[in-house]
């Protein structure tokens, strides 16, 4: 499939990824269609991306189905994406992650659109698991989120056989870049110590820092998104998205320091629902999609620093 032509649906397409996506849509000349209910999307974030965009505010539990006629291919990533308040709400994330998902692969269904590319999580695994961890480790999930992200693969493969949609899901491990923002506390780890880092604030580790993870740049995961579209016959497969090398939250919180000089660390009790450890086997992305990380997370940090330092 070449997306040039093509109407591209985006959930969440205001969102820290979402709006990754856009603008590489958008690029390549794809009529590209927003949906997004600005929980924690920002419209600003579509400040600057020029091309064919349509944004609709709405959320993927409402009548969706009128936005998305005439569509080739839908970016699924609307969704509560915060762990912790998965484990706070899990009402809340069961409404959007899993009632979300079917409204819009029935959608989908309704309308004949062909294609679905998912944003799933590697929060599906849980702690029971080989690390590096590959696709066929058990399903395990350690909080509300892992489950409603697992329900929706389980969705997508059967809109897959009972509907010939091709569904594929993206199994994100931790992701990072510009436009993800540290203004709340269940934003990302590095979007929070960068902010506190400028802000001179001290950094907070909930546990004893030495959980890790598999750091993935933003660009890397828009990759993963568009090979995933493009290419045939994935039917509802799931792929781990990360780049295979981890570390621990107290080791990133030194990588931080020596960037922004010497910082507090305050260290609070583990989340409930916090996974140990955590890193991607890539191999079946590298050799189905020919996924390849590029962003280094020293590169991306640099890169960060630079951007939120011209921010504030
Ligand atoms: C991330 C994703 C989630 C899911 C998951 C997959 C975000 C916001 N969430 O959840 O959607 O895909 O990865 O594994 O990207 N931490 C601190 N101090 C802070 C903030 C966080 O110590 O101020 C710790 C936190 O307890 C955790 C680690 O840093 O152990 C990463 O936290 P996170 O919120 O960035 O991401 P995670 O892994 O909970």
Excluded: W
């Excluded at 579509?46 to 970016?75: C, P, Q, W």
């Excluded at 979300?100 to 799933?120: F, H, Q, T, W």
């Excluded at 540290?182 to 902010?195: C, E, H, K, R, T």
Aim: aromatic letters at 8%.
């Amino acid at each position: 499939m070449d997306l040039s032509s093509k109407k591209v649906v985006v959930t969440g397409g205001c969102g820290f990824i979402g709006s990754h996506i856009v603008e590489r849509a958008a690029g390549v000349g794809a009529e590209v269609i927003i949906i997004d209910n600005l929980i924690s999307g920002r419209e600003e974030n579509l400040n600057g991306i020029d091309g064919n965009i349509t944004f609709h505010r709405a959320s993927v539990t409402e009548d969706i189905e009128k936005y998305m006629t005439g569509a080739d291919l839908i970016f699924h990533l609307a969704a509560n994406v915060f762990v912790a308040k998965s484990v706070e709400d899990p009402h809340y994330d069961a409404e959007n992650n899993i009632k979300g998902i079917l409204n819009v692969l029935e959608c989908a269904r309704k309308l004949d659109i062909p294609k679905m590319v998912y944003s799933s999580s590697s929060a599906i695994y849980g702690d029971d698991v080989a690390v590096p961890t590959d696709e066929n480790q058990p399903i395990s999930p350690s909080s509300p989120y892992g489950v409603s992200k697992y329900v929706g693969e389980l969705y997508c493969r059967t809109y897959t056989d009972l509907y010939g949609i091709d569904t594929v899901a993206l199994r994100y491990f931790n992701v990072f870049g510009p436009r993800q923002t540290g203004d709340n506390p269940y934003s990302g780890v590095i979007a929070i110590f960068i902010q506190n880092a400028l802000d001179k604030k001290p950094l907070t580790i909930y546990g004893d820092g030495e959980q890790s993870r598999d750091f993935v740049g933003v660009r890397d995961v828009v990759e993963a998104n568009i090979s995933s579209a493009v290419k045939p016959n994935l039917k509802g497969e799931a792929f781990n998205i990360g780049t295979g090398s981890s570390i621990t939250i107290n080791k990133l919180a030194d990588i931080i320091e020596s960037m922004a000089g010497k910082l507090e660390r305050e260290y609070a009790p583990a989340r409930k629902g916090d996974i140990k450890c955590s890193t991607a086997d890539i191999s079946r992305a590298q050799k189905v999609l020919g996924f390849s990380p590029t962003v280094s997370l020293e590169g991306g940090l640099e890169e960060l620093f630079k951007l939120y330092q011209g921010k504030s």
